[in-house]
């Protein structure tokens, strides 16, 4: 019998997550089938629904924090300390009438720094968004860090875009959780002039194979790191949640990394 999994979030355009889990399921010898759950407006009702359909799934842009609200307001379900710590779960595992989920995103995040070999402590961070993603990073930083978090909505904890415009001189690490670069905003630049940064030494993007606008004008000695090495560590955590494998990171990321460079 197959597991039958999904990634929810929209619109769906291009993801990867179905091509990677397909190359797991093929490397564990795993019967699974991954498919794509496009939902726009998410609901009670669609939860459900999604619930009674599938073994699990992955949750992205943009329902990471309501698909957390949604099952935090659940009796039958269990909660990790990464879900609850940022507000935000990716990855729902559905056992024995219960709700299990959890924030992957964080192992990848730690996959990537590791990777790129970058240091966070003490930077100065601005992060573009307010979003599930953006909750996760802000987890995944450490008291010596001072995050700026900017977005078209203000709140009490979010600056509008205009508003850290003097600000960006001091920028140190500049992170995009916004959908900007990837379809269908893939011909949208960042509120942000990158002419402006002076100090900037890592551009890190959560979305992977954007639109090369999205970089233009970036200055050539800024490290340009996107989302993909990250997607790649939470899909097989995910993954080995589902599953009950044990696969390590090391020894299928880079056959991994080399199918994905033929994909559309």
Known sequence: MSLKIGILGWPLTKTLSPSIHNMLAEFSRVDLVYEKLAVENLN???????NSKYDGYNVTIPHKRKI??????????????LAHGTQAVNTVVLKNSLIH??????????????FINYDLKNKKILILGNGGSTQTFKYFCDSSNEVTVASRQKDKNTKLYSEVLNFLPEVEVLINTTPIGMPPFEDEILPVPYEL????????NFGY???SKLTEGLPENVQNVDGTTMLIGQAISSFNLWTAQ???FDHV????LERLKNED
């Open 44 to 50: 009670v009702e669609k939860f459900e629904a999604l």
């Open 68 to 81: 957390y609200e949604l099952i935090n307001s659940k009796d039958s379900s269990k909660l990790t300390k």
């Open 101 to 114: 989920a959890t924030n992957t995103d964080i192992e990848g995040l730690n996959k990537t720094f590791e």
């Open 197 to 204: 940064f002076e100090n900037l030494e890592l551009f890190f």
């Open 209 to 211: 194979k954007t639109n």
């Open 246 to 248: 044990e696969i390590k």
């Open 253 to 256: 990321y880079h056959e991994i």
